[in-house]
Structures are given as structure tokens and as C-alpha cells.
């Protein structure tokens, strides 16, 4: 497993951007696939993105494509996600999380990743 420490959530106004970063620790980062989950008040938590360990393949659900962009930076152990034209709906506590697994089809199952950080909040006014 690795350790993941998200940073860069805040508040901002609906429209605003955010850029989101999860530092991780261990030799093995390139090893993992990485992804984005989010959880607001009273929800399940459910998929924002993910990338392959290439950086090769990028991932996202519906409500956030067009508007959020997942990066990695295996030199610096480190996933990105750059959160642009934010609207209040996208408020929520935001969790990064690694998996060794390469099927694209897990990915979007939070079940499938073993390790998390614990997660940042991202809070959006309108």
C-alpha cells in the first residue's frame, strides 16, 4: 500500500476553478492506477476520475467531463486534479486513492482501491 495526502481544496465561488493535489509516499507510485472520489453530506461516495499508471488512459464520470482534468506526475509521486467552471454541486469531500489494478472497469468502483487519503473539502457557493 502507499500513503496518499490530498491537498488544495477550499472555498470558491460557483465559476471558480481548484486544483487538487495528492502527494504520495513509496517507491512504487508508477505502479498504481490512481483516481478521484467524492463524498457530499448525506451521499454515497462515487467516482470523479481516474488515470492509469502511464498517465496513458484518463477516466471520468459524466458530471465532471468538460470541466475537471486528472494528471500525474510519477516523478513526483504525485496526482492532480485541476477542477475548472465549478458549480455548487460539486461540493463535497474529495478522496484520492490508488489501485495496482489494470482493468479500466475498475476504476470507477471505489471498492477496488486499497489504499485512500483522507480526503480534502471542496466547497463551491453559488
Known amino acids: 500500500q502507499v500513503q496518499l495526502v490530498e491537498s488544495g481544496g477550499g472555498l470558491v465561488q460557483a465559476g471558480g476553478s481548484l486544483r487538487l493535489s495528492c502527494a504520495t509516499s513509496?517507491?512504487?507510485?508508477?505502479?498504481?492506477?490512481m483516481g478521484w472520489f467524492r463524498q457530499a453530506p448525506g451521499k454515497e461516495r462515487e467516482f470523479v476520475a481516474a488515470?492509469?499508471?502511464?498517465?496513458?488512459?484518463?477516466y471520468y464520470a459524466d458530471s465532471v467531463k468538460g470541466r475537471f482534468t486528472i494528471s500525474r506526475d510519477n516523478a513526483k509521486n504525485t496526482v492532480y486534479l485541476q477542477m475548472n467552471s465549478l458549480k455548487p454541486e460539486d461540493t463535497a469531500v474529495y478522496y484520492c486513492?490508488?489501485?495496482?489494478?489494470?482493468?479500466?472497469?475498475?476504476?470507477?468502483?471505489?471498492?477496488?482501491?486499497?489504499?485512500w487519503g483522507q480526503g480534502t473539502q471542496v466547497t463551491v457557493s453559488s
Open positions: 513509496g517507491r512504487t507510485f508508477s505502479s498504481y492506477a
Open positions: 486513492a490508488a489501485t495496482t489494478s489494470t482493468y479500466s472497469g475498475d476504476y470507477y468502483r471505489d471498492y477496488k482501491y486499497g489504499s
Open positions: 488515470i492509469r499508471w502511464s498517465g496513458s488512459d484518463t
